[in-house]
């Protein structure tokens, strides 16, 4: 049996409340490593690394056959990534200033 939305929302919202209560990169790396697979954590990875090289200005074909992503994945970034709720755009220009 499925959970409502009411359920799946506090559980985001708490999941949401976990990444932010952790302080260092370590942190969320040794979080994400308990939560999520290997291939879970590449992939993440790896979306990451669409989205920096597409809002640099780089092709699609560029940033599949560097990311190794596929086309799919690189245009499902670019929607993400200039769509409405922004928080690649947040993200990238967050780490900008590193």
């Known amino acids: 049996m499925g959970r409502d939305?009411?359920?799946r929302e506090l559980g985001l919202r708490?999941?949401?409340e976990a990444f932010c209560c952790l302080e260092t990169p370590e942190?969320?790396?040794a979080f994400l490593r308990d939560v999520c697979s290997a291939k879970e954590v590449d992939?993440?990875?790896q979306?990451?690394?669409v989205a920096t090289m597409l809002?640099?200005?780089a092709?699609?074909?560029e940033v599949s056959r560097e990311t190794g992503a596929s086309s799919t994945t690189?245009?499902?970034v670019s929607k993400c990534l200039n769509g409405d709720e922004g928080g690649y755009r947040t993200v990238l220009g967050r780490l900008g200033g590193e």
Do not use: K, N, Q, W
């Open 55 to 57: 809002a640099a200005g």
């Open 47 to 49: 979306r990451l690394e």
């Open 43 to 45: 992939e993440l990875t």
């Open 59 to 61: 092709p699609y074909v």
């Open 74 to 76: 690189v245009s499902r």
């Open 27 to 29: 942190e969320v790396l």
């Open 5 to 7: 939305d009411g359920a």
């Open 14 to 16: 708490r999941l949401c």
